[in-house]
């Protein structure tokens, strides 16, 4: 049976049952659900994680069958809380609002939140007009040429540290890759940089884009919690390991199909 997700415009959740099983681990309860209720916060807006269908309000992904697994072993609910921005996924997760969230590994969220290992990659590439002399990704970091990618998110935060010679355009958050495809089109941008699944997306209805081949980073989805909070770590990592070696991670990502998306070895950061 396809599992359903459903938004409460109330109370700004998603709420369900989760599957009941016999023998839930009461310290792992303490550490990772101490309400009785998995909450867990991703970012809305990010599909290698989740999907929030704008008029059902129903949430396929990555994410929510993660939650939902590990909420079942558990023996609790789970709330999904979709959050438009990764500081507020970290600021759930601080103010005791969230008991996980799912972010991508970053140095610099590292010292805001404490990460346990990763369970995906999700390549990036540049998204560049389709006749654009940009034909590697070497050729992105050239002098002249503008890359844009949105404020703080995973690839801008890795351009920052990493491009020489090109200039990085931080994009405002609420950029649309629509409205990054329409920027490259007018000659505001020579790239765009965000994850393949988006970049799909866009090409799948605007022939005159094209993406880079090759990957420019793999953002390091993982799920996070609160710092400080050793066990719950200690069990997220044990539930990975379980879903990763059982195969069930796997599953979960084929089941989406989303380009550029892959199971993380095991033991990432």
């Given at each position: ?6 938004l ?9 049952p ?12 303490a ?10 916060a ?8 989740a ?7 129903e ?32 600021e ?7 008991d ?7 140095p610099t ?14 390549h ?30 995973a ?9 020489e010679?090109?200039?990085l ?20 941008l020579?790239a ?11 090409t799948?209805?605007e022939?005159?884009v ?25 069990y ?15 599953r ?18």
């Amino acid at each position: 049976m396809r599992k359903r997700w459903t938004l409460s415009l109330a109370l700004g959740v998603i709420a369900v049952p989760a599957l009941a099983q016999m023998g839930g681990d009461a310290a792992m309860r303490a550490a990772l659900a101490p309400t009785g209720t998995l909450r867990a916060a991703f970012l809305a807006t990010n599909p290698v994680q989740a999907r929030v269908d704008p008029d059902s309000g129903e949430i396929t992904g990555i994410v929510p069958d993660l939650a939902h697994e590990l909420a079942s072993r558990m023996d609790v609910d789970v709330a999904m809380n979709p959050i438009r921005g990764v500081p507020g996924v970290i600021e759930a997760l601080r103010s005791g609002a969230a008991d996980i969230g799912f972010l991508a590994y970053d140095p610099t969220r590292a010292e805001q939140v404490d990460f346990a290992q990763v369970y995906v990659l999700g390549h990036n590439s540049y998204l560049v007009r389709a006749d654009s002399p940009i034909r590697t990704l070497e050729d992105a970091d050239r002098e002249g040429v503008r890359i844009g990618a949105r404020e703080a998110v995973a690839v801008d935060l890795f351009l920052s540290r990493t491009i020489e010679h090109a200039e990085l355009v931080h994009l405002p958050r609420t950029t649309t890759d629509t409205d990054a495809a329409r920027m490259l089109l007018a000659g505001e941008l020579d790239a765009y940089a965000t994850n393949v699944q988006r970049l799909s997306a866009v090409t799948a209805d605007e022939p005159r884009v094209r993406i880079v081949d090759g990957s420019l980073m793999s953002a390091d989805q993982a799920i996070v919690v609160a710092q400080g909070n050793e066990a719950g770590v200690a069990y997220l990592n044990r539930f990975l390991d379980d879903a990763r070696s059982s195969g069930l991670l796997q599953r979960i990502v084929g089941r989406y199909g989303l380009a550029g998306v892959e199971v993380a070895p095991p033991n990432m950061h």
